[in-house]
Every structure is written in structure tokens, then in C-alpha cells.
């Protein structure tokens, strides 16, 4: 696990630079795409790029991470809705080349396992964008998640639900108490995870991630069983990390060919 300690704004430009990459050598690269406050720089950078710079998105895939279950097609906080808003419009990604979990199906548990079909069918996910929780989820495999586990139907904790009712006009009630989302299993198939965490609210959930033991009540620690995840964080969120100064110096030490 590599740990790169930045100032947030940097952390995006890093985060987009790694998929900017990728798409340059592998036009039809499979993307893994997160919701949440944490991406969105990196979705204003790659909108910038593509704009400015003629990236392109237009044979690439997209899978989403997540999708709440029963919310309306229309509603502005569909998770589907989210990435069209903050990143698939914006770099003129066709809708059907972008899909999430359907929390609208009939046959929940059925769409699920469609779910992990069409990843696979696709190649696997190439580059999967993260974030962390303050309870250590990711994607939304919440505490006691198995570790193996696949994309699946989660209860969500009251912690998460208070935690996203700020997109819910910080009412609780209307954040739903379920979702479907990518499992553990799943996530860690990804050929490269990307996670960005900010903010001395997410130093508890990073040391664990970071520095914690393997554990299901830290979910985002399997990733340190992955052999290609990067951990970006600002000052704040790595201020619990016991090993920052050495995350610093490897970084800085580290050859400017070599890439996230």
C-alpha cells in the first residue's frame, strides 16, 4: 500500500492524473467510480482535462460503487443521477457506456449478481476511485461487512445515514436505511484502487485503514491485502498515522516516472 500525504487539491490532480493515464494508453480502460464528497475534485480535474486537454472518455466503461435502494429514478440523490451530474456529463460519457446497480429492480438480490456479471463481462475494473467513511466503510460495506463478500443488499448505520443526510437537506429520514453495493470480493478484483480520504474526521478511519489490523469492523483494511492501493490523504485526515513521516519521505523520494 503506498501512502501519499498532500494537500487536497494536489491529492485530485493526482487521482485524475492516474486515470488521464491510464485512458491515454488504454482508450477502452474500465473505471470504478465513487460517489460522496471525496471524488468531486477529481471529477472537476478530469472535466478540465477533457475540456481543455481533449481527454477522452468516449470508449471507456464506467461501474458504479453503490446505489441506494427505492429512491425514485428522478431524485436528484439517485446515485446514478450523481455521477451523471458530476462527471459523465461533463466529459460527454455516453449513458450506456456508464452503469450502476439497479436499487430499483424487482428482484434485488437477482440485479446484484447481474451486477458482478456485467463487471466481469467487461474485463474487470482497471482504476476503482474510493473513499472511506468515518466508521471505516467502503463503497457501503459497513462494519461486521465480510470480507469477501460481493455485490450485495447492505442495511446502512444510523453513523452513515447521519452522515449523509447533509445531501438529504440534513434531514435523516429521508436518507434510505438500504442500498446495493459492490462487496469487498468485489472491489478488491479491481487491477488498481485509488482511495481519497480528507479532513481530521477521517484520521481514525485512516490510521485503522493504514495502520489497523485486518479486520471486519475496519472494513477498508482489506485493501491492505491488495498488491496495488494508494492511499491518498491530506495533513488532517493522516494526522493519527504513526508511520507519516516515512510515508513522506518515501513519496518524495520516489522516481517521477514511476507514477501512482
Known amino acids: 500500500m503506498e501512502v501519499v500525504i498532500a494537500p487536497a487539491d494536489e491529492l485530485a490532480v493526482l487521482a485524475a492524473g492516474t486515470i488521464d493515464a491510464l485512458l491515454r494508453r488504454k482508450p477502452d480502460a474500465v473505471i470504478g467510480l465513487a460517489t460522496g464528497s471525496s471524488p468531486l475534485k477529481v471529477y472537476d480535474e478530469l472535466a478540465r482535462r477533457h475540456a481543455e486537454d481533449g481527454l477522452s472518455f468516449a470508449q471507456a466503461r464506467g461501474f458504479m460503487l453503490d446505489e441506494y435502494v427505492g429512491l425514485p429514478a428522478e431524485h436528484p440523490e439517485r446515485y446514478r443521477n450523481v455521477i451523471e451530474r458530476e462527471i459523465a456529463s461533463r466529459v460527454e460519457w455516453a449513458a450506456d457506456r456508464v452503469q450502476g ?141 504513526q508511520l507519516a513521516d516515512y510515508y513522506r519521505q518515501t513519496y518524495a523520494s520516489k522516481p517521477a516516472w514511476q507514477g501512482l
Open 101 to 241: 446497480p439497479d436499487g430499483l429492480a424487482e428482484d434485488l438480490p437477482a440485479a446484484c449478481a447481474a451486477y458482478d456479471e456485467a463487471i466481469a463481462a467487461a474485463g474487470g475494473v482497471d482504476v476503482q476511485i474510493l473513499g472511506i467513511g468515518t466508521d471505516g466503510h467502503i463503497a457501503f460495506n459497513e462494519p461486521g461487512s465480510s470480507l469477501a463478500s460481493r455485490t450485495r443488499i447492505k442495511t446502512l448505520t444510523a453513523q452513515t445515514r447521519e452522515d449523509n443526510a447533509r445531501f438529504f437537506d440534513g434531514d435523516i429520514e429521508q436518507v434510505p436505511t438500504h442500498c446495493l453495493t459492490q462487496g469487498l470480493g468485489t472491489i478488491m478484483a479491481a487491477r488498481h484502487l485509488v482511495l481519497l480520504a480528507t479532513g481530521k474526521h477521517k484520521a481514525e478511519a485512516v490510521h485503522q485503514l493504514v495502520e489497523g489490523p485486518i479486520s471486519a469492523m475496519w472494513p477498508g483494511t482489506i485493501m491492505q491485502m491488495h498488491p496495488h492501493a494508494t492511499v491518498l490523504v491530506d495533513g488532517a485526515a493522516a494526522s493519527r498515522l
